[in-house]
């Protein structure tokens, strides 16, 4: 099984911060890698795949990037709509999901 | 617009089958994996399985002994069956779109909470 880490657990940022995620594989996965914003009470949305392609309708703020073993997410100026859980999902051997970054308000 | 919608019994009971449901509308359905994935307190997220359309599944290796899904493309619906389960199996449980012929998620249900207790 390919376990995922997330760090840190936790992040308090403000409105307008430059903010980065990391994940990391206990094997290479590639770039088999997605991240994904939740929301309480809100279905899970998927931000990027294939480790840096953004998906369709996600705002240019959200970038990631990384192979092998260790990637990132960047909120490049963190919004008020981006306070939520995040996190990374490695689908290179079956799937797995990382334990999560929850970012809230400092 | 493709939505996502879980269905079922919030609560069973130990040694029981959780059997839950999703109802996909909006779009079509005979072209995508979909997934069942679940977040316990415990374990956080993790996926269940999946199935196409044709009924072929790929089910994660830790409950593949209790796990069946079937699919019903006629009523755009899919379905989970997990069997003896216990308290480890509360969880909110989510159904997915699998994105083309991949092992990552474009789409997501809101999720419904599934508790076991007798």
């Known amino acids: 099984d390919i376990q995922m880490t997330q760090s840190p657990s936790t992040l308090s940022a403000s409105v307008g911060d430059r903010v980065t995620i990391t994940c990391r594989a206990s094997?290479?996965?590639?770039?088999?890698l997605a991240w994904y914003q939740r929301k309480p009470g809100k279905a899970p949305k998927l931000l990027i795949y294939?480790?840096?392609s953004l998906e369709s309708g996600v705002p240019s703020r959200f970038s990631g990037s990384g192979s092998g073993t260790e990637f990132t997410l960047t909120i490049s100026s963190l919004q008020p709509d981006d306070f939520a859980t995040y996190y990374c999902?490695?689908?290179?051997?079956?799937?797995?999901f990382g334990p999560g970054t929850t970012v809230d308000i400092k | 617009q493709v939505q996502l919608q879980e269905s079922g019994p919030g609560l069973v009971k130990p040694s029981e089958t959780l059997s839950l449901t999703c109802t996909i509308s909006?779009?079509?359905?005979?072209?995508?994996?979909w997934s069942w994935i679940r977040q316990s307190a415990g374990k956080g997220l993790e996926w269940i399985g999946r199935?196409?359309?044709?009924?072929?599944?790929d089910y994660n290796p830790s409950l593949r002994s209790r796990v069946s899904m079937s699919i019903d493309m006629s009523n755009n619906q899919f379905s989970l069956k997990l069997s003896s389960v216990t308290v480890a199996d509360t969880a909110v449980y989510f159904c997915?779109?699998?994105?083309?012929?991949?092992?990552?998620?474009?789409?997501w249900g809101r999720g419904t909470l599934v508790t076991v207790s007798s």
């Open positions: 199935i196409y359309p044709t009924g072929s599944t």
């Open positions: 909006g779009g079509p359905s005979r072209y995508y994996y």
């Open positions: 999902q490695q689908y290179n051997s079956y799937v797995s």
């Open positions: 997915a779109k699998n994105a083309g012929g991949t092992w990552h998620f474009d789409l």
């Open positions: 294939q480790a840096s």
């Open positions: 094997q290479n996965i590639i770039t088999y």
